[in-house]
């Protein structure tokens, strides 16, 4: 695989590791380009709300940005990539757009991980599983998704099908929801992230699913490939089997950026 385009790093508050190593263990995998993707600050909530385990803090972000941008020209053998993954949250569009145009990004990734302020990718907040319907979740969410891609604020979706993660599946197929996301994508122009990390947790799945990846080929929606990776050691972490799930639904390149500008390579 030539790319890893979202890693994390120590800065998010639940990851290890400082950005030289992810960038030394993604040159000793012979990655082309390493992007990082850490957590925007929580933009979205009052100051006093915002937990430092789950993102940066505000003052950080223009650290983090420095700190990526200097590493970009160190090594001849590898494209450093300043990216971020910015929650999507209707209704605080212009907070995150205002933060999204202060820097150089190289990409936005937008992300799903609240539904009406319940974080339903964190470990924490798993009750929240409990007390609601697969189905209605599966709809919420995918209703949310194509929001965030149609805001304009992003290039390229994260983790598409994250609602999975802990093994909720809707008692409904799916497929309808897949179709209305990727054609709502490729209206919008956005690509949409294969990313490893289902397959280390319980939903044991690339996201998205085979079926929602094919819809999205279908629909000739870009594709860009992510671990997720918030250890060094991760990084890099089952793009094998993401380029494979790739060839099978009939990509044959992904989409790269700089400066929010996209272009292709070649698997
Ligand atoms: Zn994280
Ligand atoms: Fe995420
Ligand atoms: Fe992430
Ligand atoms: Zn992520």
Redesign the pocket.
């Known amino acids: 695989m030539p790319v890893d385009y979202?890693v994390?790093t120590y800065r998010c508050g639940h990851a290890e590791g400082d950005p030289s190593a992810y960038l030394a263990v993604a040159r000793a995998r012979g990655l082309r380009e390493i992007g990082f993707?850490d957590?925007i600050p929580l933009y979205f909530l009052p100051r006093a709300a915002r937990d430092p385990s789950l993102a940066m803090a505000d003052e950080d972000l223009p650290r983090y940005v420095s700190e990526i941008n200097a590493l970009k020209n160190v090594y001849p053998d590898i494209a450093v990539r300043l990216g971020i993954?910015a929650d999507y949250v209707p209704g605080h569009e212009k907070e995150l757009a205002h933060i999204l145009g202060t820097y150089p990004f190289d990409y936005v990734i937008g992300s799903i991980h609240y539904l009406d302020g319940w974080g339903f990718d964190n470990p924490e907040q798993l009750a929240g599983y409990e007390e609601r319907d697969p189905d209605e979740l599966y709809r919420a969410y995918f209703t949310l998704l194509g929001q965030a891609a149609a805001s304009g604020l992003f290039d390229i979706m994260?983790h598409p099908d994250l609602i999975k993660k802990f093994g909720c599946r809707p008692a409904t197929d799916p497929a309808p929801l897949y179709e209305t996301a990727a054609a709502i994508f490729a209206r919008a122009g956005v690509c949409v992230e294969v990313n490893t990390a289902g397959l280390r947790a319980p939903a044991a799945e690339i996201y998205p699913a085979p079926a929602f990846l094919y819809a999205c080929r279908r629909f000739g929606v870009p594709v860009t490939v992510g671990s997720?990776a918030h250890h060094p050691e991760q990084v890099g972490a089952g793009l094998e089997e993401a380029v494979a799930l790739l060839k099978e639904a009939g990509y044959r390149s992904i989409a790269v950026f700089t400066g929010r500008r996209r272009s292709f390579l070649y698997l």
């Open positions: 979202h994390h993707a957590h993954e994260a997720d």
